[in-house]
């Protein structure tokens, strides 16, 4: 009879399930590390070393494998999540920035900031598949959901390569504003939204036509243009928002992401830098490299809630599921993100 009737209170929304137990990791730039937050507390339970300059960081579908671009080792560091331990490393280019791993759990598509590639490395056996010229320094790197096409994006060259993702061929290129530093397809892969530094703003571009179709720039009461940043992107499962960090203006721009206008700026750490949501949606949060934290966001009410303190610099994050539950970003996972 209690069963039944704490079933019927959950059903009805009465009763809110119990929050699932996540861990969102970290890379700090400067200290070589990675530390590990705690979602049930939003405490750092632990913290451990990794090779030089660590900036992106991705888990494998079923979140047994920890990846890390240690920039300044050349290396793409493959760790074993639950211990810290490393693993083996993938070759990866020289100065591996961002990457991006494929649905098919095993391609993964690393930008290399010094020699103008994108290198393409299957994970499981180890070996490079790939590499691609693209423009000059590249950055941003993503997949579309289907697997079909790569992008990189070129901070001195400011365009987006559109990679075919079969073939390993770059096929087209998109012209952006200056320095665009990160890319993120919508979750139908109809759109690809991506951030350009210098330049101010975002560009949302129509994968199909490959054209971008809306400019969205940003305004910051009490800031100066130069200080509005736009690097890190996340789009909402739902559609609804597109959260970008806007730099070292400290804030998070929230876009409606079916109008393409601004409806709210969050006031976060100093020189936010990327973002990463829950796998229920239901916080966001930023890495904000100068103040060396990260800020916790309520994704209903759009208000900033907790800062935690990391290691120095904190550049990328990415979310390893509970026990038993798809990885962010697998389509079975209510409300993934990048």
């Not at 119990?18 to 530390?35: C, G, K």
């Not at 590639?117 to 994970?123: L, N, R, Y």
């Not at 009461?221 to 200080?227: E, F, I, L, Q, T």
């Not at 930023?286 to 309520?298: A, E, L, M, Y």
Request: net charge negative.
């Amino acid at each position: 009879m209690i069963r039944r009737t704490v079933a019927g209170l959950l059903a009805v929304g009465i009763l809110a399930p119990p929050a699932l137990a996540h861990e969102i990791y970290v890379t700090n730039e400067r200290d070589n590390s990675v530390s590990v937050i705690d979602t049930t507390t939003y405490e750092v339970t632990r913290t451990f070393p990794v090779g030089r300059r660590p900036r992106g960081i991705v888990f494998s579908k079923d979140g047994s494998r920890l990846f890390v671009c240690a920039s300044d080792s050349d290396a793409v560091q493959v760790l074993d999540p639950a211990t810290g331990k490393l693993l083996h490393n993938l070759p990866s280019g020289e100065d591996p920035e961002q990457f991006s791993l494929a649905p098919d759990g095993r391609t993964l598509f690393i930008a290399n900031e010094n020699n103008a590639t994108t290198t393409v490395v299957d994970a499981d056996s180890r070996k490079v598949l790939a590499q691609i010229d693209v423009g000059i320094e590249p950055e941003g790197m993503a997949v579309s959901p289907d697997g079909t096409i790569a992008v990189t994006t070129s901070e001195t060259t400011n365009m987006v390569h559109w990679i075919d993702a079969k073939t390993l061929q770059a096929v087209d290129a998109t012209q952006v504003e200056q320095r665009p530093r990160h890319a993120e397809f919508s979750k139908d892969g109809t759109r690809l939204w991506v951030s350009s530094e210098i330049g101010g703003t975002v560009a949302v571009i129509d994968v199909a036509t490959r054209k971008v179709i809306e400019t969205i720039r940003f305004e910051v009461k009490g800031v100066s243009a130069d200080r509005i940043q736009p690097v890190g992107i996340s789009l909402t499962e739902d559609g609804r928002y597109a959260f970008v960090a806007l730099g070292p203006s400290d804030r998070i721009a929230v876009i409606d992401a079916k109008t393409y206008k601004v409806v709210n700026y969050i006031l976060v750490g100093r020189r936010v830098w990327h973002t990463v949501l829950t796998p229920e949606q239901d916080r966001l949060l930023t890495t904000n490299g100068v103040s060396g934290d990260v800020t916790v966001i309520d994704v209903g009410a759009l208000k900033a809630i907790k800062s935690i303190k990391v290691g120095r610099f904190p550049w990328g994050a990415a979310v390893r599921p509970a026990a038993g539950e798809p990885a962010a970003g697998d389509k079975k996972s209510a409300g993934a993100a990048e």
